[in-house]
């Protein structure tokens, strides 16, 4: 089974500021790696897979990056919409695993 | 507009089965998707339970495969999760979900059901 790691834990970001988060895999996904967003009492929404693109309706302020163990996501300019916990997950192999979740809040 | 709705018991005692429905509305559960089961313990992450196309193929993860048993009835339009045997580690809330054609991972999601195993 693949482990998926996310730092930081938590984000503070400033209005208007760029957030990134990482995650990291515990071996090679090739292009297998989306991300979710979550807000409380909510379920998950697709952001982001194939490692850089974006689900249907999603912002352009969020965007993809990374390759093999090491991806990133980012959020180009927070607003407070977009307080989440924000989770990685390859799919890779299965069972697809997730990581821990980032949790972004405001400054 | 496709939604996604979970249903059935929110509370299970411990050995016996949970069993829940997720009914599909707005699209054909038969048309090129699978279907699955995610959970998330309260205040934790998230677990992939398993998977199911609308032929009744199926492929359940690896630490849940003793006790799942996943099915789907195209007349209704649903398909359904039972995990037998269940303990306390076993509540959480239940995502149903359709799975991208992209691959195994989730681009809609149910509104998920919180169920708690105690006596």
């Known amino acids: 089974e693949i482990a998926m790691t996310q730092s930081p834990d938590t984000l503070s970001v400033s209005p208007g500021e760029r957030a990134t988060l990482s995650c990291r895999a515990s071996?090679?996904?090739?292009?297998?790696l989306a991300w979710y967003q979550q807000k409380s009492g909510q379920a998950p929404r697709l952001l982001i897979y194939g490692v850089s693109i974006r689900a249907t309706g999603i912002s352009a302020r969020f965007s993809g990056s990374g390759s093999g163990t090491e991806f990133t996501l980012t959020i180009s300019s927070l607003q407070s919409a977009d307080v989440a916990v924000y989770y990685c997950?390859?799919?890779?192999?299965?069972?697809?695993?997730f990581g821990q979740g980032t949790k972004v809040e405001i400054k | 507009q496709v939604q996604l709705q979970e249903s059935g018991p929110g509370l299970v005692k411990p050995s016996d089965t949970l069993s829940l429905t997720c009914a599909v509305s707005?699209?054909?559960?038969?048309?090129?998707?699978?279907w699955g089961w995610i959970r998330q313990p309260p205040g934790k992450g998230l677990e992939w339970i398993g998977y199911i196309y609308y032929t009744g193929s199926s492929n359940y993860n690896p630490s849940l495969q003793r006790r799942v048993t996943m099915s789907v009835d195209t007349s209704k339009n649903q398909f359904s999760l039972k995990l037998s045997s269940v303990t306390a580690v076993d509540t959480a809330v239940y995502y149903c979900a359709r799975i991208s054609n992209a691959g195994v991972l989730v681009d809609l999601w149910g509104q998920g059901t919180l169920v708690t195993v105690s006596s």
């Open positions: 707005g699209y054909y559960i038969s048309s090129s998707n699978w």
């Open positions: 997950q390859q799919y890779n192999n299965w069972p697809g695993t």
């Open positions: 071996q090679s996904l090739s292009s297998n």
